[in-house]
């Protein structure tokens, strides 16, 4: 907890301070953010470091691995889904990225493949870029690593094509108001990759 209540000190005397004016604004307005972002829970890719975003300027949701599951209204638990459903029926943004990165453990998992021992919950989460995972599996033999930077490119595809199953984002794409963008942020050399859909 040290390291929260640190940083949130230093947040509160510092960054928030400066923008107090912002926060209030925030507060009376709500926010208006043009852009949702999906990125993974890793702790080294968030998002408004990345794209350099201060308080109301993009709208994220974080899950293992960057993943958009398909379009299923079945009452089940669905964390990212809800987000997407909020950001673009309510708030109206008009473009929602999806950003991967390098050394994704939630990919390296996937990789590993079934009964590596990844617990109660990740596995089943992962199952959604089974697809990627077979397509990378299918190409020329490559070193483990490099079927990982494989898969997590392949990743972003999948989610991009589920984006697409949703009908409230397939009728805004389809009309021009919204935009889809696959991105892939590689740790080590700090480059933002382009990741066109399958
Ligand atoms: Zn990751």
């Keep these: 907890m040290k390291t929260l209540r640190d940083g949130y000190e230093r947040f509160r005397n510092g960054f928030w301070r400066d923008n107090r ?20 829970a890793d702790s080294r890719v968030a998002p408004e470091t990345v794209f350099d975003c201060g308080p109301g300027d993009i709208f994220v949701v974080r ?5 958009v599951p398909p379009y299923a209204p079945d009452g089940a ?3 990212t889904s809800s987000a997407l459903e909020f950001a ?3 708030l109206g943004v008009r473009t929602i990225a999806v950003m991967g990165h390098s050394r994704c453990g939630g990919i390296r998992a996937l990789m590993a493949g079934p009964g ?3 617990g109660d919950f990740i596995s089943g989460w992962m199952d959604i870029a089974r697809s990627a995972r077979a397509r990378v599996c299918d190409s020329p033999a490559a070193d483990f690593e490099t079927q990982c930077g494989a898969c997590e490119h392949e990743a972003i595809r999948v989610s991009l094509a589920n984006l697409l199953t949703f009908p409230w984002i397939a009728a805004r794409v389809q009309a021009g108001t919204l935009e ?3 991105l892939h942020f590689d740790l080590a050399s700090g480059q933002l990759e382009d990741v066109e859909p399958a």
């Design 21 to 40: 004016e912002l926060y209030s604004t925030l507060a009376r307005d709500g926010q208006s953010p043009p852009a949702m972002v999906i990125a993974c």
């Design 63 to 67: 899950n293992v691995a960057a993943l």
């Design 77 to 79: 638990y669905h964390g």
């Design 88 to 90: 673009v029926t309510v």
């Design 116 to 118: 590596n021992g990844h």
């Design 180 to 182: 889809l963008a696959g």
